[in-house]
């Protein structure tokens, strides 16, 4: 299975900060050491063209320029350097390479991605450029100029925040469906209506998450003609290890949960390009572990699309 990888680019970050942007440096070492099956490349940065598919001109400018206001700079969560707008280019690249090779192979993974709180004209919640709204896009433009067909896509936003950029650049898109479970009382605290939200109280365990996803499954297949791509963003930070999270997840209820996400799209032959999205482990080891988890089960279920099952 092909993974990307954007984590050459660091960001200027003041001391504590509590950003963990190491987890993507770590994530690649652990894989790269131990691959077992997946073929790790370094992403391309996505082009301005690509990015003003979802972003205003005014804004991608503005993040490329390095004229971001300091208001702009507080809610997105970084200082501008000329390395995070390269490292936001490359992870937007990174999910446009993943959601191509799923397309052609079933599934397909961003190492980092999941920039859902970013809207189109601005960011926010340590997203930049929103990877999976230019990614899908960007995958419909070329769908329809190499098929002449239209490419409906289905956004799975499992991270413990609500996908509200995402869900406010498709508000009125009829072609793309976006579903996000998360926690009702986290981050953001004004939420945008996704096509289907679904809210959980703090503290929710495995056994009723599951339960509630596997409801909300049923709704977007009952609701939604199939689609002919997801993007799966797989949060680690429900874990009950999170600093952010809220929820009490075990790394065996991520791990299922992640297994349904991906046997329901492989059953349906729906192909997916999965991201990580965010995890903030008061252990970042354990932040890692979980989104290890994730790629070897997204392994697994490209290992099944080859075999035809």
Known sequence: MQAFHADAHSLALPPGHRFPQSKYRLLREQLEADPQGLRIRAAEPASEGELLLAHTPDYVDAVLQGTLSAAQ??????????????????????????????????????????????????GSGYCVFNDVAVAARQMQAEWHRQRRELLRVLVIDLDVHQGNGTAAIFAQDSTVFTFSMHGARNFPFRKEPSDLDVDLPDGCTDEPYLAALDEALDQVWARWPLPGLAFYLAGADPHEGDRLGRLKLTTEGLRERDRRVFAALRRRQVPVAVSMAGGYGHELSTTVAVQVNTLREAAHSWAAWQAGG
């Not at 490359?90 to 191509?100: D, E, F, N, Q």
Request: glycine letters at 10%; aromatic letters at 6%.
């Open 73 to 122: 700079q507080r809610e997105i969560g970084f200082p501008w350097s000329p390395s995070m707008a390269q490292r936001s280019r490359c992870s937007v690249g990174a999910t446009l390479m993943a959601a191509r090779a799923a397309l052609a192979e079933g599934v397909a993974a961003n190492l980092a991605g999941g920039t859902h709180h970013a809207y189109a004209d601005k």
